[in-house]
């Protein structure tokens, strides 16, 4: 390979002109004197890749990283599948950036595969897959070269809540607190903390968190905040219980403040821009990176057991009580801490399966049965129940035929994970029936109409 022409081309890279960088590396790889030994070419197509990403043309850096991880002999393929994760991003093909986050993930050489967890969390929200999302999260908090684990706790937070556990959520934007970050995403924080106080019925917290992010008077809340912090000063106001429960049981999560499905204030590397991975990052560049942790609990652990089994039989009382005294205690050992604290979320997450095992098998709240019975009972108010994708035009065209009716009778459901179909039968006022197909798509917990129909088929 002709060093001279790649040396021009990587300082063409660093003044951004990508332009000529990208022209630089084209040659070093097509010279016909000094051809590119093994190795080479996997940098050469790396580099290309990268400048093709600055440039904008994801399509052909998917190319370009493809070439690369045809050369066996480069040791870099970990940042290559990285990129091409990020590409696929933002060309909004999730389910290949989260295959080729998981091959950069299982890369024992890659050096940050944090950044590979915090892309394929990202990737998973925007595939409704907020457990999984959730896991992906905690293990970039967990890895040891991330210098702040911040975004990923705050994206911990966001799947907690798309799971309607905002209890959990409130742990990990608390966890979080402790760490490093702009005044900007600090109030984004707080805004969401105060959402999730709120949702978890806690008001007067609530209030304090909302007090926070607009402290500064540089952060204005959203309408839905807005709405949420107006709720926790009334019921403050009324002496409200703080653990009130609306008789429902269930947790409204609508005034998420940073929607499950979008949240790139706190992507890692914005999908817009797609950053990709330097080659070969120098080793004194790595070791000077700033680590920080969560302070560590084992001192607050009951004498006379031993510290690791009695963590993980503890009480939920017994864990929130060393939680508490964790935050409050001051640790050199920070980087053992931030291991054992988020090792309280991973409990959390365990305790999530069974929820999540039942959102995979096309539950949710409130129920399609529910949804139908409200959609008959009023259709001309009926739109709220539908898709915000549903056009108004065709909403009235499907309610017209709609019968209203407060006797309707659910001949049976077929659920999976994203989208539904209720089989039901109406009877009108002249003692006819009608039977119809209401078809629903995931929103959230919950459910959104989509269609509905006609149903021919016989009942039996």
Known sequence: MNRETFNNAHNSYRLKDYPAALQGFTQCLEDPDQKPEPGEYGLLYHRIGNCLVKVGDYNEAIHAYAQATGDAAYDDMGAVNYNMGMAYAVLHDYEDAVRYFEVAVSDNHYPTPYKAYMGM?????????????????RSAALDDKNPSPTTALLNLGVCF?????PADAVTSYESALQFGMTDRVRNQLYANLGQAYVANHEYQKAVNAFEQALADKTYFLNDAASVDYQQAIAQVATGAALTQEDGTGKVDISGLDVPAADSPEYQEEPAAEAQPAEVQQPVEEAAQQPTEAIPAVSAAAPQGQGTEERFFTATDEELERWSRAAVKQERKSRHIGRKIFV??????IIAAAGGAFAYTQGYGWPMQEQLTQQLFAAPDASTELFAATVPQSDIDQMTKFVVQSDSVTIDGVDRAMDHSEVYATASTTDGGDVQYKVSYTRDLIGWKITDI????ASKD
Not at 121 to 136: F, H, Q, V, Y
Not at 161 to 165: F, N, P, S, Y
Not at 343 to 348: E, K, N, Y
């Open 121 to 137: 969390g990202n990737a998973l929200l925007r595939l409704g897959k907020s457990a999984e999302a959730g896991a992906a999260f």
């Open 343 to 348: 090792t309280l979320l991973l409990l959390i």
């Open 161 to 165: 809540m798309a799971l309607g556990r």
């Open 453 to 456: 129909s006609l149903n021919f």
